[in-house]
C-alpha cells in the first residue's frame, strides 16, 4: 500500500530544512534575528522606525520586509539609514525561509547585529513558517480588539514576544489590557507581553531594551 504523504508537509518539511540552514548562519554571524506577525496596519513598520531611531547609532541594524505589493515598507526604513530588501510575494500571505535565503543573496547586507523580519500582514498564514528567526513576535494593536489572541490562538502561543501597538488609543476604546495579558498567559505560560505606543514612545524603550538583552544572551552562547 502506498503511503500518501500530505503536500503540506511536504512543503513545511522543506521549510524547516531551509530555515535551519539559516538558522546556523545567524548563529555563526552572531546575529538577532526577529520575525514580525501581525494584521495589516497594526503598525509593525511603524515600530520599527522607532526602534530604529533609537538603536541605530548602537547596533548595526538591517530588514527583510515582505509585502504582496511596493516597496514602501522597505523605503521607510531606508530613510533611517538602515539597510531594507523588499520581497514582494506577489500575493503570497506569508514569507517562507527560502525567500529569505535568496532575499540575502541578493542584498548582501554588511554584518548586523539585529535582523528584522517584517512578515505579510496577516495573523494565520505566516504561524507555521520557520524563517530560521530566534523567535517570533505577534502585535497587535488596540484598534483591533482585545478577543484576537483565542480567536487567532496559534502565533500568540508560539511568538516569545506579543507587542501590544497603539497604546496610545486605549482612551478612545474599550480595549481590556488585563483581558489580552490573561488570553497571552493561557496560550504562553512563558511568553512576555509589552505594551507600546510608537506615538508616544511608551513602552519602547522596554521593547529595545528586551533586544539588547536577547542580543547579548545570543552572544554568550556557543554558535
Ligand atoms: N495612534 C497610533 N497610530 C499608529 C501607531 N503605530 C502605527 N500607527 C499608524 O498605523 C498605521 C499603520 O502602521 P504601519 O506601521 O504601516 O503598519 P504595518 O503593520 O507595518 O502595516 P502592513 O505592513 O501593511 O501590514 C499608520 O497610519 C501608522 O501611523 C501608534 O503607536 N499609535
Ligand atoms: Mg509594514
Not at 31 to 54: C, D, H, Q, Y
Not at 180 to 188: A, E, M, S
Amino acid at each position: 500500500m502506498s503511503e500518501t504523504i500530505d503536500p503540506r508537509q511536504k512543503i513545511l518539511a522543506a521549510n524547516a530544512a531551509a530555515a535551519a540552514a539559516l538558522r546556523s548562519s545567524f548563529a555563526a554571524a552572531g546575529t538577532l534575528v526577529l520575525n514580525l506577525i501581525s494584521s495589516p496596519g497594526s503598525g509593525k513598520t511603524t515600530l520599527l522606525e522607532a526602534t530604529t531611531r533609537r538603536l541605530v547609532q548602537r547596533l548595526r541594524l538591517g530588514c527583510i520586509e515582505g509585502d504582496i505589493a511596493t516597496e514602501r515598507d522597505a523605503d521607510r526604513l531606508r530613510a533611517l539609514g538602515i539597510p531594507a530588501y523588499q520581497i514582494l510575494t506577489g500575493g503570497a500571505c506569508h514569507l517562507d525561509a527560502r525567500q529569505v535565503h535568496r532575499a540575502l543573496d541578493e542584498a548582501v547586507f554588511p554584518p548586523l547585529d539585529v535582523l528584522f523580519i517584517e512578515n505579510v500582514g496577516n495573523l494565520i498564514c505566516p504561524t507555521s513558517y520557520d524563517l530560521g528567526e530566534d523567535f517570533k513576535v505577534a502585535l497587535l494593536s488596540v484598534a483591533e480588539g482585545d478577543d484576537k489572541p483565542f480567536k487567532y490562538p496559534a502565533i500568540f502561543a508560539r511568538a516569545e514576544v506579543t507587542v501590544i501597538t497603539k497604546s496610545d488609543l486605549l482612551p478612545y476604546t474599550s480595549f481590556d489590557l488585563d483581558a489580552v495579558r490573561r488570553q497571552v498567559t493561557t496560550l504562553n505560560p512563558d511568553g512576555v507581553l509589552l505594551a507600546t505606543s510608537s506615538r508616544t514612545g511608551e513602552g519602547v524603550d522596554a521593547w529595545c531594551q528586551l533586544l539588547a538583552d536577547r542580543l547579548a544572551g545570543k552572544r554568550r552562547q556557543p554558535a
